[in-house]
């Protein structure tokens, strides 16, 4: 079955600082990928989404993603964080064999200190 | 319009109670799949309903729990014996199609206490 991996459960930076979140998936064909992000006490919404075409994909907010398909990875990064990114960041592909189903990462606690 | 809503917002109850938790999807949209958080756990999928198609009911933990989706609109998900482990914040999504093409959008959840 199709897994999420995210490295990182909980990680503080300071404003201005790189971020860089991991994220491994299992299978290794197609693949559908997401990044999500809850904010304290709002809905889960979506940051970005790779389907096909250009491996690095744009999303709000300065964020991007690059899908590396040897490396079965899809990180996400932002060159300099504001203390407003601080938010819970999830990772989730299509499940290939399971209909429409999408399957989360564990998530990741994204801390900025101000 | 309006987003994705959940009732109740916070659920308590007891042990071996049952318990209905109400998602209204955006209007027009035919995917709608819920959804269970538990704490470091991420996001857990129970079940997902596609227009008129036979749900997926894949992720349903056990047969205590149930989903129905009435008029391809609202749906209840419904927890009988409520158990301690069941304790977790549900939620529901909804989407104007299948999830490879089109964003889901998330309902505030339910947080639910099994006491």
């Known amino acids: 079955a199709q897994s999420v991996s995210q490295h990182n459960h909980h990680v503080i930076l300071s404003e201005a600082a790189s971020l860089e979140l991991g994220c491994n998936y299992s299978?290794?064909?197609?693949?559908?990928l997401f990044w999500y992000v809850q904010y304290p006490g709002q809905h889960l919404q979506l940051l970005l989404k790779?389907?096909?075409?250009?491996?690095l994909v744009k999303g709000i907010k300065g964020f991007e993603a690059e899908f590396i398909k040897s490396k079965f990875s899809f990180n996400l990064r932002k060159p300099s964080v504001q203390w407003s990114d601080t938010a819970e960041y999830f990772c989730?592909?299509?499940?290939?064999?399971?209909?429409?189903?999408?399957?989360f990462g564990k998530g990741t606690r994204l801390h900025i200190l101000p | 319009g309006a987003g994705v809503s959940q009732s109740p917002s916070n659920k308590v109850t007891e042990k071996g109670k049952d318990v209905e938790l109400r998602c209204d999807p955006i209007s027009g949209h035919t995917a709608l799949y819920w959804y269970r958080q538990s704490l470091g756990q991420g996001l857990e999928f129970l079940i997902y309903?596609?227009?008129?198609?036979?749900?997926?009911k894949s992720g349903l933990p056990s047969d205590r729990f149930s989903a129905e989706r009435t008029g391809g609109s609202v749906s209840t998900l419904t927890i009988q014996r409520t158990q301690q482990e069941d304790s977790a914040v549900y939620l529901c999504?909804?989407?104007?199609?299948?999830?490879?093409?089109?964003?889901?959008?998330f309902g505030p959840g339910t947080r639910l206490t099994v006491l």
């Open positions: 299978y290794g064909g197609t693949v559908n």
């Open positions: 309903f596609q227009g008129n198609s036979a749900p997926d």
């Open positions: 790779y389907f096909s075409g250009d491996p």
């Open positions: 989730a592909v299509i499940d290939p064999n399971g209909g429409d189903k999408i399957i």
């Open positions: 999504a909804s989407s104007s199609g299948p999830a490879s093409y089109n964003e889901q959008f």
